[in-house]
């Protein structure tokens, strides 16, 4: 059964002494609200609002960084991320954002303001979950030499007549192998998303990550169907048994889904 993993909880170089801000992320709301003295960085500046009609910013005060992607930095990013999940959907802002005022922040929250209220509809009420799906490929390879018949009658073949050492004979070999191999990746993957399909309402297939990742998938769930979808992860991970190893992490702010923070990175270049 696989094992959900929290996301856990600086340093920096300070370009100058003036006062910045740095974006979390994006809510809704016309009142201001406080998240506590969370901020990134080791003083623990307050975490705030700044507003736009209805829409704000989640940021908190600090010198304008360039802030090292620690994990000490990233931890206290995603902190703060997730303590406004509590509460509100967020548009995450990627880590690092930071500008110079208030205004500033007004000024992009204003001109971008149509495509944040979008997002935010969109996105209301549902949380991202992440799933990577590795295996054993050595096991698997030595599965397929034995019961797949195609290769098993080639390898016979191939001892008979005493090929088994040329090179040709051996790149056909491995390239039969890494074609049953695709095929059985496939299999499970489908099975996987079918298994999972009923309880999200979105997903996303990014690349694995090296040789024994199969899967790379983010998700998209309604925040109040969190367990039917636990269950049915836990589901698919018991059909599979050893044969599979699942790492499922979340909630998390819907990273895979939403781009607008690209937008505001540029707003922040300006």
Not at 16 to 36: C, H, L, Q, T
Not at 199 to 220: E, Q, T, Y
């Amino acid at each position: 059964m696989p094992e959900r993993l929290q996301s856990e909880r600086s340093s920096a170089k300070a370009v100058d002494s003036v006062d910045g801000r740095y974006v979390y992320g994006v809510i809704e709301g016309k009142e201001p609200a406080g998240f506590g003295k969370t901020g990134i960085g080791a003083s623990g500046e307050s975490v705030y609002t700044v507003h736009h009609g209805d829409i704000a910013a989640v940021v908190s005060k600090t010198s304008v960084f360039i802030f090292d992607p620690t994990r000490e930095n990233a931890l206290a990013h995603e902190h703060v991320i997730e303590n406004v999940m509590k509460t509100h959907t967020i548009i995450p802002m990627s880590f690092g954002t930071v500008f110079r005022t208030d205004d500033d922040i007004r000024e992009v929250l204003k001109s971008i303001y149509p495509s944040l209220k979008d997002v935010l509809k969109q996105m209301s009420g549902k949380l991202e979950f992440g799933l990577k799906v590795t295996w054993d490929k050595d096991r698997v390879t030595d599965e397929i030499r034995h019961g797949n018949e195609e290769i098993a009658r080639f390898q016979q073949e191939l001892n008979r007549k005493h090929l088994q050492s040329t090179y040709f004979a051996r790149m056909q070999l491995g390239r039969m192998i890494e074609k049953a191999l695709s095929e059985r990746a496939a299999d499970y993957v489908r099975e996987i998303y079918d298994g999972l399909r009923s309880a999200c309402v979105a997903s996303r297939d990014n690349k694995p990550i090296g040789d024994k990742m199969i899967l790379n998938a983010a998700f998209l769930i309604q925040r109040e169907r969190e367990a039917e979808f636990d269950a049915a992860v836990n589901e698919v991970a018991k059909k599979f048994g050893d044969r599979l190893n699942f790492k499922y992490t979340g909630p998390w702010p819907p990273y895979n889904f939403v781009n607008i923070r690209l937008k505001l990175e540029r707003g922040t270049a300006s």
